[in-house]
């Protein structure tokens, strides 16, 4: 065991949290290490620059850690839901697609809505400035104006290509007379911070060019210039406390030369998203007297169509995301479910081989003497339509701790358990008709429904999101941070991931994780000389 | 050497043709299309299947296709198919990804993405390289003008009403695509 120096602030976790969180401390002069358990991924090794790139992206850049086998990755298991995500510098956001849109005010009071949900500690209000605030740092594309959002200020580049797969769209959701506005992405239109702007490759999971905020490439510049220090292959086994329940660091093991070493800090923020961060916490035994650590995983509702249209919309070209539809985005109880769904349409399948393979619906190309015909009349025709729902949390949908199965350091090994509950099936059956509608507004010659279920019934959603596990809340009985992030039993240790959003609403959540991280760490930085002593974290 | 060894060196000895002759029947030419083996999809194939399976999947592989009577010599076009047909009903998890193999490693053929760029429908090997041009978003003519969709802002958020969901006592048992 090897002792480091005491630092100011100890970060787990180098993704768009531990990112943002460190580059604010060290730029405030603070002395910070992050620790992040893989490495750097270089230019070339993404899988965009290669001919099998399709390939790749099946294989060992596929985003569910359980089906791959990268030496970065701890040992996971799961009896439903596919975990997505990647460990490296930037975290996930190497293999995100960046579509960047914000929740809704009454996401942020489901309590008052219908109680079945908790109200947030804070309201959309508290959030709004740093949405602008990220989206500065980042660099983000879209355009202002939409009816269904509250006013928000232009974005630093403007709107992505409107691509033929759009205006496709868009004319479906007219005729229907549906709300829907152009995407907005962590995507630059133009070039901005010393990036290149996006060339429409269409290959939006990550993007080694730069043109998409991958966090290694847009935040940690700044934090490394700021004077931070980054530990590569450090994977945290521990976050340590001391008598007084304070956190007083973390044991880690360099994965390079498997020393194990404890780094003392005054505070300790935890970045290591919606399932690493309950692992670490279970496996340190701290922060859950209220029994919320990895309880409430939420997902967000997910079904998915595929539409072929005779028209060629060139769906393989442009950004990932064309479209966002937001007509069913609030409560209606006259459905009969609460909570409400976005429709997030995406361009299509950049390669020939991921349509001929089932892309989106499942539905593959025939083999034989029918191949060529079928895929000419559907390569280019294709769209990709995804209806995204605010899922009710569960306590029993979680993230544990096997109570026999450890890893190579002896960590038990992560596992998952997901399943959707009454008013979610309710409203997964009334997306799909929806879906349904707008395949037929659009005039497809064929509309393929996917409802994520195997062949035994189980759904099995591709999980991008993993959320609500160290949820934040006014009562510590019932959540595992405050409205600052600070845990309820550890005053000096900060969770600023993903795990702590309280609701999912009906967007992907990566803009509001990040904007809640700056705010978090902005606190963490006015307040630290009163929080490297304080004993009690009080409600926010 | 033993009967045994004998017959893995006969099978082995003709997998190339026979692995050839499958990729063929999955991806047959025609119409301007190359068949799979003209540009040379089995090569990846074998290549990805050891890669994932392991060196025995080789040996597997030989044995499948010979229980198909790969390389399908002085057999009709229609029996081959059957052939292979058969391979899909009793070894499906097999014969899928073989199939979305060899699907792949056809598409990622540059010869291939040019003839699909050709016919019309843009398309390029190394797309994150060299990009597509797509026009600019042109505000005048694409910004939305329907003026459809809501919030209800933070203050206005409002309890609603309940009652007649029942989400404790009616069970959907028909979900998804079984609904
Ligand atoms: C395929 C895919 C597509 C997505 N698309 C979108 C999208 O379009 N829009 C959107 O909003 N969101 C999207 N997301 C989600 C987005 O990537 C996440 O919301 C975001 O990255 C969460 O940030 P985070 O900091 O919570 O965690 P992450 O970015 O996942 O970072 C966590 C980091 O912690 C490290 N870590 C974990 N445990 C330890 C340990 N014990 N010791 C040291 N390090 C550790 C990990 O290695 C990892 O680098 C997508 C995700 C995936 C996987
Ligand atoms: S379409 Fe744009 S954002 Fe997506 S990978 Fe290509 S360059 Fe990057």
Redesign the interface.
């Known amino acids: 065991m090897t002792a480091d120096k005491e630092r100011d602030v100890l970060v787990i976790g180098s993704g768009a949290t531990g990112a943002l969180s460190t580059m604010v401390l060290a730029q405030a002069g603070l002395d910070v290490l992050c620790l992040e358990q893989g490495g750097w991924v270089e230019k070339n090794e993404f899988a965009?620059?290669h001919?099998?790139?399709?390939?790749q992206r099946?294989?060992n850049w596929n985003p569910d850690i359980t089906r791959r086998d990268h030496p970065d990755d701890y040992m996971m298991g799961t009896d439903s839901s596919q975990p997505l995500m990647w460990n490296a510098v930037g975290g996930s956001t190497n293999a995100y697609g960046a579509i960047w849109p914000r929740y809704?005010?009454?996401d942020?009071?489901k309590g008052?809505?219908?109680?079945?949900q908790p109200n947030w500690p804070i309201?959309?209000?508290d959030v709004a400035p740093f949405y602008e605030r990220v989206d500065a740092i980042l660099g983000t594309s879209g355009?202002t104006?939409?009816?269904?959002?509250?006013p928000r200020p232009e974005c630093p580049t403007?709107?992505?290509?409107?691509?033929k797969a759009a205006k496709k769209l868009?004319e479906g959701f007219?005729k229907l007379?549906?709300?829907?506005?152009?995407a907005e992405a962590g995507v630059i239109?133009e070039d901005y911070d010393g990036r290149p702007a996006c060339?429409?490759?269409?290959?939006c999971n990550g993007?080694?060019?730069g043109s998409m905020s991958i966090y290694s490439q847009s935040v940690w510049p700044k934090a490394l210039e700021a004077g931070a220090e980054l530990q590569t292959h450090a994977r945290v086994l521990k976050i340590l406390t001391g008598p007084d329940g304070r956190a007083t660091g973390a044991r880690w093991k360099n994965r390079v030369t498997g020393e194990i070493v404890e780094t003392k800090a005054k505070i300790v923020i935890v970045a290591a998203n919606g399932v690493g961060t309950p692992r670490l916490l279970l496996a340190s035994g701290i922060g859950n007297s209220s029994d919320m650590v990895g309880r409430n995983l939420l997902h967000h509702t997910l079904?998915s169509a595929q539409i072929w249209v005779d028209e060629?919309v060139?769906g393989?070209?442009?950004y990932v995301a064309s479209v966002l539809g937001?007509?069913f985005?609030?409560?209606d109880?006259s459905r009969?479910?609460?909570n409400g769904f976005n429709f997030n349409c995406t361009t299509s399948a950049?390669?020939?081989?991921?349509m001929?393979?089932?892309w989106m619906s499942g539905t593959?190309?025939p083999?034989?003497?029918d191949?060529?015909?079928w895929m000419?009349k559907r390569?280019?025709h294709s769209i990709g339509l995804f209806a995204i729902g605010d899922d009710l949390p569960n306590p029993e949908n979680r993230v544990y701790l096997d109570p026999t199965e450890t890893d190579e350091d002896g960590i038990p090994v992560v596992k998952m358990h997901y399943e959707p509950g009454?008013?979610d099936?309710?409203m997964?059956?009334y997306m799909?008709d929806r879906l349904q509608d707008l395949g037929e507004a659009c005039g497809a010659f064929d509309i393929q429904?996917n409802?994520?279920?195997d062949a035994d019934g189980v759904?099995r959603t591709p999980a991008w999101h993993m959320i609500g596990t160290c949820r934040m809340g006014d009562d510590p009985a019932t959540s595992v941070v405050n409205g600052w992030h600070q845990s309820w039993d550890v005053p000096n240790m900060f969770i600023v991931d993903g795990s702590v959003l309280a609701t999912g609403g009906v967007v992907n959540p990566t803009p509001t994780i990040s904007a809640l991280a700056l705010r978090a760490a902005e606190y963490i930085r006015d307040n630290f000389v009163d929080l490297t002593t304080t004993e009690r974290t009080l409600a926010a | 050497m033993t009967l045994q060894d004998a017959k893995k060196g006969a099978l082995l000895a003709k997998l190339a043709p026979s692995v050839a002759a499958f990729v063929d029947e999955l991806l047959p030419g025609g119409d301007g299309w190359p068949s799979g083996a003209t540009i040379g999809v089995q090569f990846p194939l074998v290549e990805r299947l050891i890669e994932q399976n392991g060196e025995q999947a080789l040996m597997a592989l030989a044995e499948t296709l010979d229980r198909i009577g790969a390389p399908f010599d002085g057999m009709d076009p229609d029996a081959r198919v059957e052939a292979v047909k058969s391979m899909e009903a009793n070894e499906p998890a097999r014969f899928g990804w073989l199939r979305d193999a060899a699907f792949q490693a056809y598409y990622e053929s540059p010869i291939v993405v040019t003839l699909i760029d050709a016919a019309g429908t843009p398309y390029k090997i190394l797309p994150h390289v060299s990009g597509y041009d797509l026009p600019r978003f042109d505000r005048a003519t694409q910004t939305p003008r329907h003026n459809r969709g809501r919030y209800i802002p933070t203050d206005q958020v409002a309890p609603v009403d309940t009652s007649g969901l029942n989400l404790d006592t009616v069970k959907t048992d028909k979900w998804g695509l079984q609904r």
Request: proline share 8%; hydrophobic share 30%.
């Open positions: 965009h620059t001919t099998n790139w399709a390939w099946a294989t809704r005010p009454s942020f009071r008052d809505e219908h109680g079945m309201a959309y209000e355009l104006g939409d009816p269904a959002m509250p403007g709107p992505l290509p409107f691509t868009s007219d007379g549906w709300h829907w506005w152009p239109s060339n429409n490759c269409g290959l993007c080694p060019r079904v060629q060139d393989q070209m442009g937001r007509e985005a609030e409560t109880t009969g479910f609460v950049p390669s020939a081989g991921e001929a393979t089932g593959k190309a083999w034989g003497k191949h060529h015909t000419e390569f280019g009454e008013n099936k309710r997964m059956n799909l429904l409802d994520y279920r759904y």
